[in-house]
């Protein structure tokens, strides 16, 4: 059996156009993220003041979290949050696996540093609650210093945190040569704050 197409009138079109625009505003008006949710929006936000309560972090935005974590002895971290650092998010998760997810500063980056002499643990995005470095309470020497433009960022004493990583704000959108001395050793790395998967917790500079 043949087709025959219809010719295309004007109120062919016109019946074509509205169905089409009826559409359009259909999916307009479906609900969609929570950005465009005020409902979602509020559920989201109402949850995530309630994790952050619990943990006792209220009120804190994701920089004042990581500071006040990473300062946390690690005997008094909670065993009911997990933090994870993303280049872009702070990732909270409690032991009923809510999760709930706080935007990091949009001019710097975090990275946290383990420096080792001889045990050292596989890692890409830091856990401030579980990751647990060689070299806990030690002074070590940082260096930072940005590939472009030779500029030094860094260039301090520190005090390794109770889990063993040095944690550092640096600028976005750069690429850098970290070195970590301690005891007449020392260790360099090369890291990136340019990319959303670039790497937040380095446990490959063993001293040497």
Request: proline share 5%; glycine share 6%.
């Amino acid at each position: 059996m043949s087709h025959r197409t219809l010719p295309r009138t004007p109120a062919r079109l016109a019946v074509a156009a509205l169905t089409l625009g009826s559409a359009l505003a259909l999916a307009a008006c479906s609900p969609g993220t929570a950005e465009g949710d005020p409902t979602a929006a509020a559920t989201a936000a109402s949850s995530t003041d309630a994790v952050l309560a619990q943990a006792g972090l209220d009120g804190m935005d994701a920089r004042q979290i990581i500071d006040t974590l990473d300062a946390t002895p690690l005997a008094d971290r909670s065993v009911e949050l997990t933090a994870s650092i993303r280049p872009d998010e702070l990732l909270l998760t409690t032991t009923d696996e809510t999760q709930v997810s706080l935007p990091m500063p949009d001019d710097a980056f975090y990275v946290s540093f383990a420096p080792y002499e001889n045990d050292t643990h596989d890692c890409y995005y830091h856990s401030l609650t579980t990751c647990t470095g060689e070299l806990q309470g030690e002074d070590v020497h940082v260096t930072v210093t940005d590939d472009a433009t030779g500029e030094t960022l860094v260039d301090e004493t520190r005090t390794t945190f109770d889990n063993g990583f040095v944690g550092l704000w640096l600028p976005r959108d750069i690429d850098a040569t970290v070195t970590v001395e301690h005891d007449g050793l020392s260790a360099t790395q090369g890291i990136s704050t340019s990319h959303s998967d670039d790497v937040t917790c380095v446990t490959t500079m063993k001293l040497t």
